[in-house]
Nanobody, 114 residues
């Protein structure tokens, strides 16, 4: 059974930084492509970053150059370093596989506001 636990969100001013963490109890984590998704109010959930088991990364155009995804296969952790945050980054952030598993975690709220 897949369990995903996200943490690290909070309230930050525009231009600030946050680092999100995800603990993933996935049996085949080491070979699973993992991603960070986000969902803003009234919007569909979108993929913002993904990372392969070997460390190759892919980003949505809206976060490219500002966000960095990384992973620790031994600890089954996925991270999202978010810099130069903008108000439009406000959303609930989730981690999941890519493609996503049927189970989702509770997410972590990121609010960018002055």
């Amino acid at each position: 059974q897949v369990q995903l636990v996200e943490s690290g969100g909070g309230l930050v001013q525009p231009g600030g930084s946050l680092r999100l963490s995800c603990a993933a109890s996935v049996k085949i984590f080491s070979i699973t492509v993992m991603g960070w998704y986000r969902q803003a109010p009234g919007m569909q959930r979108e993929l913002v970053a993904a990372i392969t088991s070997g460390g190759n990364t892919d980003y949505a155009d809206s976060v490219k150059g500002r966000f960095t995804i990384s992973r620790d296969n031994a600890k089954k952790l996925v991270y999202l370093q978010m810099n130069s945050l903008k108000s439009e980054d406000t959303a609930v952030y989730y981690c999941n596989g890519r493609p996503a598993f049927s189970a989702w975690g509770q997410g972590t709220q990121v609010t960018v506001s002055s």
